[in-house]
């Protein structure tokens, strides 16, 4: 719910006026560089609490990685 309104603003503020100009009916396009910055700093952040999970799992032994179904 909080990505696609962070999205939103951003495109709105890194665009000033496209969205009027696109309603008055003038060939505007977005500039979607800011957003897919934001997708991909989302996806470091990803990566780096994966393998931050994974050390707790190796120092505390919760058992993430082991099968849900035993034999």
């Keep these: ?3 696609p309104m962070l999205i939103g603003w ?3 503020t890194s665009n000033p006026g496209v969205a009027d ?3 008055a009916g003038e060939a505007l396009k977005y500039n979607y560089t800011v957003p ?4 991909a700093s989302l996806g ?3 990566f780096f609490l994966a393998l931050w999970l994974k050390a ?9 990685e082991m ?5």
Excluded: H, R, S, W
């Design 67 to 71: 099968p849900n179904v035993k034999k």
């Design 10 to 12: 951003a495109l709105k």
């Design 36 to 39: 897919m910055l934001i997708f």
């Design 21 to 23: 100009g696109i309603a």
């Design 56 to 64: 707790e799992d190796k120092k505390k032994g919760y058992g993430l």
């Design 1 to 3: 719910m909080l990505t």
């Design 44 to 46: 470091v952040v990803a």
